[in-house]
């Protein structure tokens, strides 16, 4: 018996799942690309104005790879607090990435040992978003995709840092870019609320955040996100009786 | 000096969050009712972001919105429900956006 080579079966292969990951990666990405750049602006100002080195405040832009935290640990040290409570401070504001991890954990588990120590290191609220609206679960497609959707946004992360530590706020308030942060949390969020109990997810953490945002360092984002995916839970336990 | 001691640390911390559950521990050592909530995890952080953005970390106090912010978020939402793409979404709201502020300022 002959074997025979079936045209499109060279889309199976690995490489060829890598590519065609990379490619929706980037194209996913793109969109919050333009989304974060008024943040990442702020950012750029905020390092440019500390008393770091600005290439220092570039690549720890890049390692720290979470801009709220940053400005928070930031904003503590130059008011003169302590670096134990400024990087607490950090720690807690980013508190929630060890949920989107252990979301995310299924996804990684297959893949290289490089790839499980590396590729979490841009795990962000985008980067998390986006990977969970997709359902493929090929391990090569999804290094691929994390790939493509994590390589242009720290790019552009960094780069537009860079462009505000040099030019500082350069865009005309006018614009209302700043506004696109919102309204790219909304575009990333209503495509998940596939079902009730993930409406009510939702509903719940909107409704604990907003009067827990008093809270210190960002604690009322976390309590919010803990009590409503527990309410989403809660729920959907029902629903399957 | 100070301050990059403290965004080193606070790199080298956040890196540890991260990779926890993916490189170090296995999730399944966490408990039944904690891993039930992982599903849900992803629209509750998106809603406490969205609302946490729109206060500007002021709690109810900061959210007021303009009439033109309300009705752009409200495009974004009905063009994302509808399937539109990121950037449709958001180029939606944006255009609403500005639209409404040319009107509100004539």
Same mark, same amino acid.
């Given at each position: 018996m002959s074997t025979q080579v079936l045209p499109g079966a060279i889309s199976r292969r690995p490489s060829s799942l890598v590519r065609a990951g990379v490619i929706a990666g980037l194209s996913d990405v793109v969109p919050v690309v333009i989304g974060l750049v008024p943040f990442a602006l702020l950012v750029g100002v905020a390092v440019g104005e500390s008393p770091i080195p600005d290439l220092a405040g570039l690549v720890l832009s890049?390692?720290?790879? #979470?801009?709220a935290s940053q400005m928070a640990t930031l904003t503590i040290v130059d008011g003169g607090g302590a670096v134990a409570t400024a990087v607490l401070a950090g720690l807690v504001i980013n508190a929630r990435l060890v949920m989107y991890a252990a979301a995310l954990a299924p996804r990684f588990r297959a893949q290289p040992a490089w790839f499980r120590w590396a590729g979490p290191h841009t795990i962000v609220d985008q980067t998390f978003a986006l990977t969970m609206r997709r359902s493929e679960r090929d391990p090569a497609w999804f290094r691929g995709y994390w790939f493509g959707v994590s390589?242009? $946004?720290v790019t552009c992360? %960094? /780069? %537009?840092? #860079? %462009? /505000?530590i040099v030019a500082g706020p350069v865009l005309p308030p006018g614009l209302s870019l700043d506004f696109t942060v919102p309204v790219m949390f909304v575009a990333l969020l209503m495509p998940l609320l596939t079902d009730p109990p993930r409406r009510v997810a939702a509903l719940t953490a909107a409704v604990t955040t907003v009067p827990a945002l008093h809270l210190p360092h960002g604690l009322g984002l976390l309590l919010g996100v803990v009590v409503g995916a527990a309410a989403g839970a809660l729920v959907s336990r029902r629903h399957v009786r | 000096m100070t301050a990059i001691v403290a965004l080193t640390l606070l790199a080298a911390g956040t890196w540890l969050l991260r990779v926890v559950f993916i490189t170090m521990l296995h999730p399944a050592a966490l408990p039944a009712p904690v891993r #039930?909530?992982?599903?849900f995890v992803a629209p509750a952080a998106l809603a406490g972001l969205v609302v946490t953005v729109l206060s500007g970390g002021d709690g109810v106090s900061g959210l007021r919105l303009s009439l033109a912010e309300a009705v752009a978020l409200i495009a974004a939402a009905v063009v994302a429900l509808r399937g539109g793409t990121l950037l449709l979404t958001i180029g939606a709201g944006l255009l %609403? $956006?500005?639209t409404g502020q040319l009107l509100a300022g004539i």
């Open positions: 890049f390692l720290v790879g #979470a801009g390589g242009l $946004l992360w %960094v /780069g %537009v840092i #860079a %462009v /505000g | #039930a909530t992982l599903d %609403v $956006l500005w």
